[in-house]
């Protein structure tokens, strides 16, 4: 299956606009600061998986086993870029990746099916 820039363009906003505000509120509870920082890192993390996942990781089937490896994948990669930029212990880096990603996971599948 091909993805045109178009639809990943789409998504990728979407996925910055459900995941951006729970990685800074989730980076300054943390303790990093200030906030636009915040918001630099959380758009990093987000440029560091989102066309990676779209792009060069090969599709497979079922679909259900591609999206769970891939998401658990993305999952790692941001949460060491939380531990990176937070130092806080890696059951919170991995907390906040997972919470991120959960939402706009469930969001994305919500709107596909509709």
Request: with cysteine.
């Amino acid at each position: 299956m091909t993805v045109s820039v178009a639809e990943w363009a789409v998504a990728f906003g979407l996925t910055v606009a459900i995941e951006a505000p729970i990685y800074v509120y989730g980076l300054r509870r943390l303790g990093l600061s200030p906030w636009w920082g915040c918001v630099l890192v959380a758009v990093a993390l987000q440029v560091s998986t989102h066309p990676a996942l779209w792009f060069v990781a090969p599709r497979f089937e079922p679909y259900a086993l591609w999206l769970l490896v891939m998401e658990s994948l993305v999952i790692a990669v941001e949460t060491a870029g939380v531990r990176v930029a937070t130092s806080a212990p890696w059951s919170k880096c991995f907390a906040l990746a997972l919470l991120a990603n959960a939402v706009s996971t469930l969001v994305g599948l919500i709107l596909y099916a509709w």
